[in-house]
Nanobody, 125 residues
């Protein structure tokens, strides 16, 4: 059974940083493309970032490029999202994703994504 457990969310001020974590189990993490999505209040789900199985290949949404960094450790079955220069518009529920069958370029539209429950990030102005 796939489990994805996120942590690290919280309330911060604009310009601050947060590091989100995702601990995975129930599948071969070292083979998996992984990603992060977010959903702001009253809005649809939005792709944030993706990372290939080796950690070398990454892909970011334009809205976070240069501010967010995705990384992973296959030994620990863990993935992180370092978020710097946070803005109020980054306020959202952030979810970890196991992107079954996807590459980093196709995570955003992948129909077989498996989702975690998310961690809430709130950025005040």
């Amino acid at each position: 059974q796939v489990q994805l457990i996120e942590s690290g969310g919280g309330l911060v001020q604009a310009g601050d940083s947060l590091r989100l974590s995702c601990i995975a189990s129930g599948f071969i993490f070292s083979d998996a493309t992984m990603g992060w999505f977010r959903q702001a209040p009253g809005k649809g789900r939005e792709f944030v970032a993706a990372i290939g199985w080796s950690g070398v290949v990454t892909h970011y949404a334009d809205s976070v490029k240069g501010r967010f960094t995705i990384s992973r450790n296959n030994v620990k079955s863990a993935m992180w999202l370092q978020m710097d220069g946070l803005k109020p518009e980054d306020t959202a529920l952030y979810s970890c994703v196991f992107a079954k069958g996807a590459t980093v370029d196709t995570v955003a539209r992948n129909t077989e994504n498996v989702w975690g429950k998310g961690t809430l990030v709130t950025v005040s102005s």
